[in-house]
């Protein structure tokens, strides 16, 4: 019997309203562990390339993994993995809060959808049990709304409620998938792909008890962390900030992204800052599921911009993303903003920058208000931000062409407007400027999903003897490098560094509790993956599970027709920032196509289009992936 994880997969036909469960062997568990890996086995062993991402071969994964659940700081999170319908690439999507646990609790290790039901529906699963059940009178509700609905059907307020809101039933590429009303799978359009199965929600409730390997020795790796994550800078910022504390670092970088990444500092950062969120409408900190960090931020404002801490509040990249990049320093606004987002269920970055564009494009002449609906959309405006929200979650108006990503939309409109189309392989970019952290061009550019943050630690955690440098070293991060370094030293820290990352999404750790941003040890983790499943692991082998997820992503995307040409960066991103902004920067366009050729070397990959070479599958245990001649 399996300890750490249930040995269970459940399937789930909608269009045939058919459930069914498996049972995939210790290997397959041992290899992929949960996840994006997990999720890319499947996607790969099952789905045939080319399928419609909104259509009925396009399978939804909902994947968790063998320590999820464990009594642990930093284990919170789930992937949500599908092909994108933003991209045409590999989607995928992690979320912290409590729905991931409480799967596992409730008898899985993860679900599968197939298929599209006749009419909306939501799956129930409690305690090894699953029932489809109708979800008409969810259809069109706000999150708060549907969640509440489902909680009094099935007379349970603990039930777990993941959801994909109005803005995934009417399809746009960017919505997400939404848990607790305030954590989100936030890219690459896993909202969509749910609501064009029609089905609304997966509810959950667990009450069994997850089976460990050593508990005594889990206990202890729990006490541990507990103490580090009192110790660690980075997690106290965190507690007492939570993420928005990046504003200010960034502002006096000159790396703030501000009016659609034309500039790297706003004048009305302090406005939006970590500080005045926590000395104005913060109410308190919430954490997920057995976290000590608290880095989640719940505010309440009201009059005009109300704002309700059931939602939560802004992270940083809704902070960026509605606030600088949009020239908007109203933070009750932005908060506001958050929570129609969180309401609708869309992703706020992408949301963001798709105003953002639509913005510039209208300081530029490009766009008209005929165009926009009468709305005067033009950087600071408070209200037409707002009003855009709105409208792109109903696809109403200006916004149904905005709700199909900055790419599309620039192809729609057209007279120059691509080049203002600020995304890397149609995922639009995050609120970081790799003009001052030039690692972050190889996170962006290769990147499976699209423009990605979270695929590697940034540049400036590791300039010089910091704790995140000590701590990232048995990984073999081991010499400071400079933030504007982009050669072999710089790619050989990437490469471990997304090693990490890559296997932090596949375990469910949440990186702003972990090494080497904060608080559980790499090597502990190992400890852990140990002490809940009995497996005699190392670091060795999860830094190998990440090399693998990265590469099973790279096949999934090379057999949907992406190539090397993929791997870019939008051409503003090779020009200064704009005149005034302190400490001009840019990328030098030849040092980072020699990063990329150094990168895919590192790698195993072919040097000029970036597939992986047999021999590297073969190491990888992937041999299975290698294309038949």
Request: proline letters at 6%; a neutral charge.
């Amino acid at each position: 019997m399996p300890t750490g994880y249930n040995g269970r997969i459940l399937r789930v036909n909608l269009t045939e309203g058919k459930i069914g469960e498996e049972s995939p062997p210790e290997i397959v568990y041992r290899l992929y562990m949960g996840g994006s890996a997990l999720s890319l086995y499947f996607l790969l062993k099952e789905q045939k390339p080319g399928v419609d991402p909104l259509g009925l071969e396009n399978k939804l994964v909902f994947m968790s993994s063998v320590i999820s659940a464990a009594p642990l700081a930093g284990l919170p999170r789930y992937t949500v993995a599908a092909r994108s319908p933003l991209t045409g690439a590999f989607g995928e999507a992690e979320a912290g809060g409590f729905w991931g646990p409480e799967l596992k609790m409730a008898g899985f290790d993860g679900v599968i959808m197939e298929g599209r039901s006749p009419k909306p529906v939501y799956l129930w699963i409690k305690d090894g049990q699953a029932e489809i059940r109708d979800a008409a009178k969810l259809l069109g509700k706000d999150t708060g709304v549907a969640e509440r609905l489902i909680r009094e059907e099935l007379g349970d307020n603990r039930i777990r409620v993941a959801q994909c809101g109005p803005a995934g039933e009417k399809m746009v590429r960017y919505a997400c998938v939404v848990n607790e009303l305030k954590h989100a799978n936030g890219r690459t359009g896993m909202g969509a792909v749910m609501g064009s199965k029609n089905l609304r929600a997966i509810a959950v409730r667990g009450t069994q008890k997850l089976a460990l390997a050593d508990p005594e020795k889990v206990r202890e790796i729990g006490k541990k962390v507990v103490e580090l994550i009192k110790e660690a800078p980075l997690a106290q910022n965190f507690k007492k900030y939570g993420t928005p504390f990046f504003v200010m670092p960034l502002q006096n970088s000159g790396i703030l992204p501000t009016r659609n990444f034309q500039a790297g500092q706003f004048e009305g950062a302090e406005a939006i800052s970590g500080e005045a969120m926590t000395e104005t409408i913060l109410v308190k900190s919430e954490g997920c599921y057995a976290c000590a960090v608290q880095c989640k931020r719940a505010v309440k404002v009201e009059g005009k911009y109300a704002a309700s801490p059931e939602y939560g509040g802004p992270e940083y990249e809704t902070v960026a993303s509605l606030g600088s990049l949009c020239g908007i320093d109203n933070l009750p606004a932005i908060a506001h903003g958050n929570e129609m987002c969180n309401r609708r269920g869309l992703d706020t970055i992408s949301a963001g920058v798709c105003i953002a564009f639509a913005m510039e494009c209208s300081e530029r002449g490009i766009l008209t208000t005929k165009d926009t609906d009468g709305i005067d959309l033009r950087f600071g405006n408070v209200d037409g931000m707002l009003e855009m929200i709105r409208k792109i979650a109903f696809r109403e108006g200006f916004g149904d062409i905005l709700a199909d990503g900055v790419q599309r939309a620039a192809q729609k409109i057209g007279r120059g407007a691509e080049k203002y189309a600020m995304h890397i392989k149609g995922q639009e970019l995050p609120m970081h400027d790799p003009r001052g952290k030039h690692g972050l061009t190889l996170s962006y550019a290769t990147s499976p999903t699209g423009a990605d943050h979270i695929e590697a630690p940034h540049d400036t955690s590791f300039l010089s003897e910091t704790p995140m440098l000590k701590a990232a070293k048995p990984a073999g991060v081991l010499e400071p490098t400079s933030a504007l370094e982009l050669g072999p030293r710089k790619i050989r820290q990437f490469v471990h560094t997304q090693q990490i990352w890559n296997f932090f999404n596949s375990l469910g750790v949440c990186n702003f509790a972990a090494a080497p941003y904060t608080a559980f040890p790499l090597v502990m983790l190992a400890e852990a993956v140990e002490a809940v499943t009995g497996w005699n692991t190392s670091l060795f082998e999860l830094m190998e599970l990440g090399e693998r997820t990265i590469t099973m992503a790279r096949m999934f995307n090379m057999r949907e027709g992406l190539s090397s040409k993929d791997d870019y960066l939008p051409e503003r991103l090779f020009e200064s920032l704009e005149k005034g902004t302190p400490r001009e920067k840019r990328v030098a366009k030849e040092d980072f196509v020699n990063a990329l050729r150094l990168y895919y070397e590192a790698m195993g990959w072919d040097p000029k289009t970036g597939v992986p070479t047999e021999g590297r599958l073969s190491h990888l245990g992937l041999d299975w992936l290698i294309p038949k001649k």
